[in-house]
């Protein structure tokens, strides 16, 4: 695989500040396949000042200049489709149509939404007697992480192109090698030197350094609640911006006049997606009492299926950290029936697609997140007990509700205290709004709420 011994700071290749470098591992068969610098506060030193320089030039461009670069972005990322798709399987593992069909195709989606957006945006409005523009905040620190490389990164930085921003990202360890290709199609679609910079690094070292640094105006993160705690508290601390896009512990559920057999098979099949690595992943099946043993059936079918098509987790100490949850689960006594902790191969970071059945809302298994191929099937009396256990966790990123008509369905999606609800198995939508409700973050992205983090208001009055 290709990897560059340099951080892409103002429009160029430029050797990090300390010789150290991180292996990138492929998790399917544990080999290096690359080698990338560990980037440390001085280049964050170097980063932060070229993106401000960049700040003023590139804030005075007109929307129409910034939709042209993210067209030019997008069709970069169109014609390198296929590298893309190989790069990310070589660094997360994941099967190459699922690269090929969501890691690639997403964030295409996505950059063409923007690259529209910013050319049909208003950042002018009037309000009685004033006029408000909308104006760019500053500089960006991006922090992402490995679990969807190029959407994550492309998520935070083609809104805050669009809106004026400058930005600097620190990506996640595991997956710099998607970062760094990233980097180069910003080059290509002729993006200004500055406006975009990459370091790559390890968290509490470059991630920590472009959170704590002064010259960026607003930190927006991905990644695990305890990290975004402790950014948002620096962010704070500091009367910064930030946004944040924490963990969830979504719910699906199934409502008694729903179509069973689909629900839990869609349901499967969201939870071993990505191998599980998705943060809202619907890993809590609601299921009335009276379908119970017959949903749980074909849910042990459904992931058996599965059986080891689905790629293996990110790193050696995701999977160690999925299994403890799957013994864990063993532990506090929920019913295994799909799966458990034997791997599926002799080599690899894989995990067996696993179901638990008799999972109660107090479990470990079913508050905290796994982040892994494992789904908890609960069982619920009625429709106030399904509400009670779908709204009972710290987290609201995402969920899904499955019923005999939609406004039934619609009825129940209200009462629940989470940022996207799924209809039916509604499709993916990269203008919805993203985001939680509670513990799973602060901000959206996508869409013009994704764009509106990046800009402030200036009020005018005559
Ligand atoms: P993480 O540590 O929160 O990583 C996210 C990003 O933050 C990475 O770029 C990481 O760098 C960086 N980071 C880590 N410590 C930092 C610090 N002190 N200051 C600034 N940046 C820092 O998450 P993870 O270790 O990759 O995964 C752990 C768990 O997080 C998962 O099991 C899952 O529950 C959750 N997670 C959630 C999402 C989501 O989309 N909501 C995505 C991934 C993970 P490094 O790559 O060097 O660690
Ligand atoms: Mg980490």
């Not at 998607?178 to 470059?206: D, I, K, M, R």
Request: glycine share 10%; aromatic share 6%; charged share 20%.
């Amino acid at each position: 695989m290709k990897a560059h011994d340099g951080m892409y700071i103002d429009g160029a290749w430029r050797p990090a500040a300390s010789g150290e470098g991180i292996d990138v591992v492929n998790p399917v068969d544990e080999q290096v396949i690359g080698r990338v610098p560990a980037g440390t506060a001085v280049d964050v030193d170097h980063a932060v000042p070229a993106a401000r320089a960049a700040f003023p030039a590139w804030a005075a461009t007109s929307p129409t200049e910034r939709a042209a670069r993210l067209a030019a972005l997008r069709d970069v990322l169109v014609a390198r489709k296929d590298e893309i798709a190989e790069t990310v399987t070589a660094e997360l593992g994941s099967p190459l149509p699922f690269s090929q069909n969501v890691h690639a195709a997403v964030p295409i989606a996505v950059a063409g939404s923007y690259a529209e957006l910013a050319g049909t945006y208003s950042f002018e409005e009037k309000a009685g007697n004033s006029t408000v523009y909308l104006e760019p905040v500053g500089v960006v620190g991006a922090i992402t992480p490995w679990n969807y490389p190029l959407h994550q990164i492309v998520a935070k930085v083609a809104p805050a192109l669009a809106a004026g921003c400058t930005v600097v990202l620190k990506p996640a360890e595991d997956t710099p090698l998607t970062a760094q290709l990233f980097a180069e199609a910003v080059h290509e679609a002729g993006v200004p030197a500055g406006v975009f910079n990459l370091v790559t690094g390890l968290g509490p070292v470059a991630g920590q350094a472009l959170a704590e640094h002064p010259g960026v105006d607003l930190v927006s993160f991905t990644g695990s609640t305890a990290v975004g705690r402790q950014i948002g508290a620096t962010a704070g601390a500091a009367i910064k911006k930030v946004a944040l896009e924490l963990g969830g512990k979504s719910a699906n559920v199934i409502l008694p006049s729903a179509d069973l057999a689909k629900a839990v098979n869609v349901g499967v099949a969201n939870v071993m997606s990505n191998s599980g690595q998705t943060c809202s992943a619907w890993t809590r099946m609601l299921v009335h009492r009276d379908q119970y043993e017959e949903a749980v059936g074909l849910a042990a079918t459904a992931a058996a299926k599965y059986g080891d098509r689905i790629g293996p987790v990110v790193n050696a100490k995701q999977r160690a950290r999925v299994l403890s949850y799957i013994d864990k689960g063993l532990a506090e006594g929920a019913r295994l029936v799909a799966g458990g902790t034997e791997s599926p191969h002799e080599q690899g970071y894989f995990i067996s697609p696993t179901v638990f059945a008799e999972v109660t809302p107090e479990m470990t298994i079913a508050q905290e997140e796994i982040f892994g191929p494992v789904l908890s099937i609960l069982r619920y009396e009625d429709e106030e007990d399904a509400l009670r256990i779908a709204n009972g966790t710290v987290y609201g990123l995402a969920g899904a509700v499955w019923a005999g008509d939609e406004t039934e369905a619609v009825a129940f999606a209200r009462r629940l205290e989470t940022g996207q609800v799924d209809i039916n198995g509604g499709r993916f939508n990269p203008l919805a709004p993203f985001g939680g409700y509670k513990q799973s973050g602060v901000g959206r992205e996508l869409g013009t709420h994704g764009l509106s983090e990046y800009l402030q208001t200036k009020s005018l009055q005559f």
